[in-house]
């Protein structure tokens, strides 16, 4: 690399004698002529002179070409990482599990994500000790024998289920014959498909529940109609009969699909969090006074306790009451035989939170088994039961999207005989 030079500097005399030096050649030769001009009688001396001298004069004022001296300096070489030590910097540069393998199948390196997925791999083992599934071993022992690169799905079980694209490589270095190279390796990558396999199932199950949910109520509503048309036409009392419960199956469909479309609306904005103020204390005032008339109707009181402090709070008011709103209405549904329902809201006991709103019946409750899997889409412990109260199986599936959406958690404690308690933590 070249770079300026930078000395001294130097005074306007000093520049001026240098240039008149550097011209010396020039002067001569040009004082040279005039002389000749002086012998032959062309010019008098006294012209050659002062012609002598203004040539001089602008030689030496007459500014000239800057130069620049360079130094020139080696710049650094990056070093390059050769041979094994290349494989392996490579390996742990990638953020997916990668695997490097001798000849034999022995593992010589595990780069950190392989070491975190599969603990039990260590270097010097055969790839055999640990990780023993058929296809896996087949496609590492096809690639070794036949040096092309064979690509396998990894379904495991143990400790849980979980799938991986395997991608099983020969390591190719220029010149060598890779098949007869006692040196050869193989890179052995992972690349996670267990989220995607999920979605899929969810969507699969997501469809087949819809379908089903959608199915019983329109088969009941084609079978009225048809009886409607036909023995029943002129029987006032069967008509109005079944058009009453026509009318309870086209409101559970309607209900069903609403519950669908908010479901798809509050995951579709999950990712950006309300920035809206609410007052939690006021809105749960507004949801007991809106389900006063259903739990009178299921001779429930409902008891609302809240502290005297602050209890603003960041968030979608439409969303927020539609949490509370589908606890409480559950808990009135479900925990009827408790004959009350508790409402609270108090400070949170969990760190990173402020607010805690509790929502506790006192109905059978249920095992603890079915605990984690009820805000799964359309589950429910008692089918039938859910349909005669109008049920959804989405309602507890709702809460759970809203509560993420404002990066808030829920926590749900029952066992049988002792009612259900939910527990909203809010920031």
């Not at 001009?37 to 001298?53: P, R």
């Not at 507004?286 to 960041?314: H, W, Y």
């Not at 089918?383 to 959406?405: C, E, F, M, P, Q």
Request: aromatic residues 6%; hydrophobic residues 45%; proline residues 4%.
């Amino acid at each position: 690399m070249d770079e300026p030079h930078s000395g001294q500097p130097v005074s306007r005399l000093t520049m001026v004698l240098a240039r008149m030096a550097a011209q010396a050649s020039l002067l001569a030769g040009i004082f040279g002529v005039f002389v000749v001009l002086v012998l032959f009688g062309e010019i008098g001396l006294l012209a050659a002179l002062v012609s002598f001298l203004v040539i001089v004069a602008g030689i030496a004022v007459l500014p000239s070409s800057t130069i620049t001296l360079t130094q020139t300096v080696e710049s650094p070489r990056v070093a390059v990482v050769a041979g094994e030590d290349a494989v392996f910097a490579f390996a742990d540069a990638l953020a997916d599990p990668c695997l490097v393998l001798d000849r034999r199948s022995v593992a010589v390196h595990a780069n950190a994500a392989a070491q975190r997925q599969f603990p039990a791999v260590s270097n010097g083992n055969p790839i055999t000790f640990s990780l023993r599934n058929p296809e896996l071993v087949q496609a590492i022992d096809l690639a070794m024998r036949t040096g092309t690169t064979r690509s396998i799905e990894l379904h495991e079980t143990v400790p849980s289920e979980t799938w991986d694209k395997v991608v099983v490589s020969p390591l190719r270095r220029q010149g060598r014959d890779w098949l007869v190279d006692d040196e050869r390796q193989l890179v052995v990558t992972f690349q996670s498909l267990t989220e995607l396999k999920r979605v899929d199932a969810l969507r699969s199950d997501f469809i087949a529940n819809a379908s089903h949910e959608l199915r019983t109520p329109l088969a009941s509503l084609l079978g009225f109609i048809d009886t409607l048309l036909g023995s029943a036409a002129k029987d006032a009392a069967a008509r109005e009969k079944f058009l009453g419960i026509m009318r309870g199956q086209a409101e559970r469909m309607s209900k069903l699909i609403d519950d669908l479309l908010s479901l798809s609306r509050i995951e579709m904005h999950q990712h950006v969090r309300p920035t809206g103020s609410i007052d939690l204390a006021a809105l749960l005032r507004e949801v007991r006074e809106g389900l006063m008339m259903q739990a009178k109707t299921a001779d429930v009181e409902i008891r609302l306790t809240l502290f005297e402090g602050p209890s603003m709070t960041m968030g979608d008011r439409g969303q927020l009451y539609e949490v509370f709103e589908n606890l409480l209405d559950n808990a009135i549904k479900y925990g009827a035989g408790g004959k009350f329902v508790e409402v609270s809201l108090a400070p949170a006991e969990r760190a990173g939170f402020q607010h805690q709103v509790t929502v506790i019946d006192h109905g059978p409750g249920v095992e603890p088994e079915h605990v984690p899997r009820l805000t799964e889409r359309f589950y429910r412990i008692d089918a039938d039961a859910s349909r005669r109260k109008k049920g959804t199986g989405l309602g507890l599936a709702i809460v759970k999207h809203i509560v993420n959406r404002h990066r808030g958690q829920m926590t749900i404690r029952s066992k049988p005989g002792e009612g259900m308690r939910v527990d909203v933590f809010l920031p």
